[in-house]
């Protein structure tokens, strides 16, 4: 009898580990699910520039590998259709950026140039801490599918600067994205 005791006291607690380690997986499985930060979503919005017109932009803050830091602002004034522009900036003073010198973007086998744009804006044409440059993004845009990752290259500048597949899609989604 004491066996019998013993072996259903023994199974009885084995049972009750069991259970306390299933509940605490499925606490810690359901606490995973409900805490997990969401994937990366666009980062746009629309608001008016410095001349008070209506414009939407995408401003991601990106690294080359020499860890420099870079912001990449594309964006669109006007309606969906209108040109979407790409602008890079550097840190003033760090680095000094020549005009023209065409950006080149790299997927893989596929190779883009596109036009320096930068004397065509007066407010960066003049701008003497040469910092920041622009260039016409539909080309790149209009050739895309699909959301796949580049690298920039800027001659003199960076050899590559890596952008993300969330970021293409947000500068794809400047194409068609309303004004609010």
Known sequence: MAALERFLTSTASGWCTLLSRGLICLLVATALL????????????????????????????????????????????????????????????KVRLDHPTDLQVHAGRRNWSLADLTLANPSLAKDGREAAAEFDLMPLLSDLHNNRPLRLELQGVFSELPVAPYVVGEWRSLQQEPLS
């Open 34 to 93: 409900l805490f997990t930060p969401p994937p990366a979503f666009a980062q746009v919005n629309s608001h008016l520039n410095e001349k008070g017109e209506p414009m939407i932009r995408s401003i991601e803050s990106l690294r080359d590998l020499d860890y420099q830091s870079w912001q990449a602002v594309a964006y669109r004034q006007g309606p969906p259709g209108n040109p979407v522009v790409l602008r890079i900036v550097g840190y003033p003073g």
